[in-house]
């Protein structure tokens, strides 16, 4: 069976890929090379043994998502990743973040909505929750306004799917990401942050591995246990067959409702210090940070209840801290040697 997975070269998009060869599908890629470059196929084949087919392409072209689809009508669903994801840019350039991840998606739903029928898996984001009154943050929980054009775009998509999954035959899963991290473990492939990182990983491992000279910690005096915040970091090969389960659950014709959503987390909740720790623990590196204020926008607390994931998907993420750190680890090492 054939899927189309948008942005398969990114750091989710191409693990996904790993595991969608791994169960037996053919993959289709269509990535811009925005974020991402086509090195990465290499380290997919060195993986996986099989070489996906790639269709370097900008989906905020209408024609060529038309031409796309023409010559690939035979696609058992799609996964889509393709989209900008910096909070900081979607502030300074917001028409950036609609124009990419909003049309892209129209273009596709466009294609889709004519086909008797498809399944079609999004990319979404912990985010659209914004600071849940409780934790751990069920689906239920009621979103928030978002905070930056980027969260905005995740609300957004989230209801044009629904929108058009109601008089379509498109069915959808939308998936909500906690915070994804680690590498694959062969390390082949893994996160290529441009520029400076402003995720907590990768910072830290470009720091351990000599390339920054200091972690700056966003604020030690959140109301949690050691004062700084707390996220649900996932290992990203764990997240990778959550898509595979889902594609496989719509392809089975599964779904209870046209639209499901998922949160997609652990279920535990890690402090920066405690990050910084278990990184300290799994590379034997002292890692040089200094606390200072707190960074805009954060939440203090965001970790997932995952509940509904582990019963009616059956998945349950594997991976634990330190393992997700060594793995980023052991990528930092690879890609810097
Ligand atoms: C960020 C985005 C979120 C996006 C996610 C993608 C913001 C406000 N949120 O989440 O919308 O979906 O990335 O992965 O940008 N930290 C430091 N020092 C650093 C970097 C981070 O102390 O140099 C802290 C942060 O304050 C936060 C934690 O580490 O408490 C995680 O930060 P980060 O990796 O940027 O993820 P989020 O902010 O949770």
């Known amino acids: 069976m054939k ?8 750091f989710i998009g191409s693990h996904t890929v790993v595991e969608l060869q791994n169960e037996g599908f053919e993959v289709v890629i269509i990535d811009n090379l925005s974020n991402s470059s086509e090195e990465v196929l290499k380290g997919i084949v060195a993986i996986t043994g099989k070489t996906p087919i790639f269709e370097k392409m900008d989906l905020r072209e209408k024609p060529a998502v038309q031409n796309f689809f023409k010559k690939h009508h035979d696609i058992a669903g799609v996964i889509h990743f393709a989209a900008s994801k910096a909070v900081g840019e979607s502030v300074e350039n917001p028409l950036l973040y609609y124009e990419n991840n909003i049309s892209s998606l129209v273009y596709i739903l466009q294609e889709l909505q004519q086909k008797p ?3 079609f898996i999004f990319s979404s984001s912990c985010t659209v929750y914004g600071q849940a009154e409780k934790m751990p943050i069920t689906e239920e929980a009621p979103l928030q306004k978002a905070l930056s054009p980027y969260g905005a775009t995740k609300q957004m998509g989230e209801d044009i799917i629904t929108d058009v999954a109601k008089v379509t035959n498109i069915n959808a899963i939308l998936l909500r990401y906690f915070n994804p991290v680690g590498a694959h473990p062969s390390a082949e492939i893994g996160e290529l942050p441009i520029g400076v990182p402003q995720n907590l990983i990768p910072f830290i491992t470009q720091t351990g591995i000599g390339m920054r000279a200091e972690l700056a910690v966003y604020g030690d005096d959140y109301p949690t246990p050691d004062g700084t915040c707390i996220r649900d970091y996932i290992h990203v090969v764990d997240l990778a067959k959550a898509h595979v389960v889902a ?6 014709k599964k779904n209870a409702t046209k639209v499901e959503i998922f949160n997609l987390g652990t ?4 402090s920066v210090l405690e990050v910084i720790n278990t990184f300290e623990k799994v590379s034997g590196k002292k890692l040089p940070y200094k606390i200072v204020s707190r960074r805009e926008g954060d939440i203090t607390s965001a970790y997932a209840n995952t509940d509904r994931a582990n019963t009616v998907l059956g998945w349950k993420a594997q991976s634990t801290l330190e393992h997700s750190l060594s793995s980023a680890w052991k990528w930092e090492q690879k890609i810097r040697s």
């Open 267 to 270: 279920g535990t909740g890690s």
């Open 117 to 119: 029928e498809a399944n």
């Open 247 to 252: 594609l496989q659950r719509l392809i089975n």
């Open 3 to 10: 899927v189309l997975v948008t942005g398969g070269l990114g």
